[in-house]
């Protein structure tokens, strides 16, 4: 293959996909309407509640579904696929509906995050890059959330490509822990295409490029006055690299009545280092200069580091954010939920396992968020099939997902629909927020989560329930078929 060849990313699909397209095809059920669902199971890190993401990605590939010519060759190198299949590949384009919760959305287990409803060929050939999208930047996002969480308001940056998980791994990945609520990225091409804030400053290797570690710290002041963030810890911290920071300070930045800089540290006892480095940089007279940390940081050191009183203004996260490294895989499922009849008529479909948590809640669904109308904090998740309709007027009362005896019941509340419809019949007709609006979203809702829900530890259950009638259908459906 030329590797300069642009990629279709319609062949990014798992081959089985293909396999049971041209099967559907010679069954006859190429048209047949599908209902699939995408969910989850366990949040990451076994935390309350995760962070949707990768929607935008999602968009682009389905406006883009296209066979090529090249695509089709191959394929008819395999002999597997019969050549009217090819024939009606050659011609492929989505047409279905897909709903969809907008990124930045606190979500949890097993509610459907997309939801696809087309005909089977279709819904089936786009599972692998919709769970591809939505898993990656749902698990970044998600710890992301949890890194800036932990720094209580302190900027977080992402610094993670050199580290990441391929090259879609660091881009889509940066945009992702922006979402998250990162402020910036060291990704320069996430900037370049998705508008993720890019910046940074020196090496280590800047400083051992100089004569003197003086001499490197004054050469960036005179270039980059207005912006002059400096690495300390190439030799000795608070012997020499402080010191020569605010010598270089005092006689750059401080004859041009430049106030603003930064140092950063990237080894040793941050927490030591940086209350040191703090007061020698207030003595000094450069109370608003600001310190940086990095070095393989992640939420619970953050909140260790602040319980230790270090002086942080600025934290830099790289390796352990990027990849999600404490439990790198979302797990998000791509499941058959109802097929419609020659009639139009929703049939609910079931996938049991003897594994309980496997067993799929079926037919075409609706997921409600229940806010307390006093507070306006989330309270609980209400799944209802599709035409079911919710009477706030009314009680209504849910079950704990983990502790099923557990009752509780909502008497002043409102009901907010969570998914919305993102293409119908194939055509666009939502609405793409930009980022920055998609982080500022994410910010807001996850201030409607109670604290108990956002813990790191022991988060507390947010219930998530089915309504008594999609109960019923799954009850129906498991005596059916066990």
């Not at 996938?351 to 109308?373: G, L, M, Q």
């Not at 998609?438 to 829900?453: F, H, N, R």
Request: hydrophobic share 40%.
């Amino acid at each position: 293959m030329n590797t300069e060849q642009k990629l279709n990313m319609t062949m990014l699909c798992d081959f089985y996909e293909l396999t049971m397209g041209n099967g559907y095809f010679q069954a006859g059920y190429q048209d047949r309407i599908t209902y699939f669902d995408v969910f989850f199971r366990d949040v990451p890190d076994k935390g309350g509640f995760a962070i949707c993401a990768g929607l935008s990605q999602l968009i682009d590939y389905i406006q883009n579904l296209r066979f090529e010519e090249a695509d089709l060759a191959y394929l008819r190198e395999k002999q597997m696929f019969s050549e009217q299949f090819l024939a009606y590949l050659r011609d492929f384009r989505f047409t279905g509906d897909i709903w969809a919760i907008p990124e930045g959305t606190p979500i949890f287990p097993r509610e459907p995050v997309v939801t696809v409803r087309a005909p089977a060929i279709q819904a089936q050939l786009i599972e692998t890059f919709t769970l591809l999208t939505i898993n990656h930047q749902s698990l970044i996002a998600t710890k992301a959330n949890r890194i800036v969480r932990a720094a209580q308001g302190r900027t977080v940056l992402e610094f993670g490509s050199r580290r990441a998980q391929g090259t879609d791994g660091a881009i889509s990945g940066a945009r992702a822990a922006y979402i998250g609520g990162c402020k910036g990225t060291a990704c320069t091409i996430s900037d370049q295409l998705y508008q993720v804030p890019a910046g940074g400053t020196m090496a280590h290797a800047w400083v051992q490029m100089f004569d003197s570690q003086y001499e490197a710290f004054r050469t960036y002041c005179e270039v980059y006055p207005t912006n002059a963030t400096l690495l300390v810890d190439t030799y000795n911290t608070l012997k020499s690299g402080v010191p020569d920071a605010i010598r270089a300070f005092n006689e750059v930045l401080r004859p041009r009545g430049i106030t603003k800089c930064g140092i950063r540290l990237d080894s040793g006892d941050i927490a030591y280092l940086t209350r040191e480095a703090r007061k020698m940089l207030d003595d000094a007279g450069w109370e608003g200069c600001q310190i940086s940390a990095s070095n393989s940081l992640d939420e619970y050191i953050i909140r260790d580091l602040l319980l230790q009183g270090a002086k942080v203004d600025l934290f830099g996260v790289g390796e352990r954010m990027i990849t999600a490294s404490s439990q790198p895989v979302f797990g998000g499922v791509y499941k058959l939920a109802a097929v419609e009849d020659a009639a139009g008529n929703i049939l609910p479909k079931i996938k049991v396992s003897e594994n309980v948590d496997k067993i799929t809640n079926p037919h075409f669904k609706k997921t409600y968020r229940i806010f307390d109308r006093a507070t306006g904090k989330a309270e609980a998740d209400y799944i209802t099939v599709w035409d079911e309709p919710v009477d706030d007027s009314k009680p209504l009362e849910l079950f704990d997902p983990q502790a099923t005896w557990k009752r509780k019941t909502f008497t002043s509340f409102t009901a907010k629909p969570l998914q919305v419809q993102v293409f119908r019949g194939g055509e666009l007709v939502y609405r793409q927020p930009s980022l920055q609006e998609i982080q500022a979203y994410c910010q807001e809702q996850v201030e409607t989560l109670w604290d108990e829900v956002k813990r790191f530890e022991n988060p507390h259950n947010y219930y998530v329930d089915l309504s008594q009638r999609l109960w019923e259908i799954k009850q129906r459906l498991l005596h059916e078929n066990c």
